[in-house]
């Protein structure tokens, strides 16, 4: 049931860090849950300088900060639902619990620790946190592979379904999502996310996979668009599915894109076609065109 007063659109939370190059945290929150109809509102845990090709630095926010919004946010609008991206200290993970608590938000937590360059968004002090603190507290958590093996420390090897287990141990439903394909996902073409609720064994989720090198922000527009169903009153499994939906068609939409020279935004937003005078051998003058061609190969961006 959604939260939201009659006639108003339900209002979604995003707490996490923005991204320089719009592809990935509140960026890609907030774009996600416009598409899905949901009114964002934000607050800022860290300041990145990033791009397609990496992060260059990370500036966390003093919790006294975020603190600030979070009451802002709170204190003036009917939060349906929430999530959370990079956090930025074990302080401020504390404090997104504490709040969750009081107000009894139903909690996306998308554990961003570190990037695919592996620039380090959340050490191990903050995954510690994460664990202690804001997964008791979570609806449903979504790492990827390697974020789930740094909040289980279980070994590498560890099949998918043993670690999503593990994680829903800690006392919240799981979605351990599959951006990296499986020797299985490989030779079918699709990727597979594992649900796993507390006490049920986890079952896979297979959709067909988009061969793209446009995937930088998939993590958070599928943990938002979770947010967003959730938003609007979906239950957990109908949101679940819906966001793996919603973000391999955002995949698909952004597949033909060249921006930028390594791994390119999902898109977040699908241009308008060029106008029908348009000769078609004129360049499209997007920034990337204007300043020269872009390699289409990724180079180690960051999800
Ligand atoms: N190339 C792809 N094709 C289809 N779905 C994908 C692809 N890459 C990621 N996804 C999906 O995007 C969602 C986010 O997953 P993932 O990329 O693993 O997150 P993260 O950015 O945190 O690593 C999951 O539902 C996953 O299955
Ligand atoms: C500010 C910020 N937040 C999150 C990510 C992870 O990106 P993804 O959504 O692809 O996992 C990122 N690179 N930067």
Redesign the pocket.
Known sequence: MSRSPAGSPPVALSVAGTDSGGA?GLAADLTTFAALGVHGACTVTAVTAQDTTGVASVHALPPREVAAQLDAVVGDLLVAAAKTGVLGSPAVVRLVAAVAVEQRLPLVV?P?LVA?SGAVLGDADVAAALVEHLLPVATVV??????ALALTGLAADTPDPALAAALADLGCAV?L?????TAADRRHG????WLALPGSPPLP?T??????VH?????????AALTAHLARGADLATAVRA??AF??ER??AGAGWRLGRGRGP?AHTVPEPAPASTPASTPASTPATARGPRAATPTGGD?
Not at 142 to 147: G, K, L, V
Not at 190 to 193: E, L, S
Not at 207 to 212: E, F, L, S
């Open positions: 990935a998308d961003v695919t979504t790492p990827n592979r390697s974020e979605v999502t599959g951006g990296e394909p699709t990727r597979t996310d989720l959709h067909a996979g988009v061969p793209t995937d930088h922000g998939s993590g958070c527009t599928h943990s966001a793996a973000t391999a995949m698909r999902v999800r």
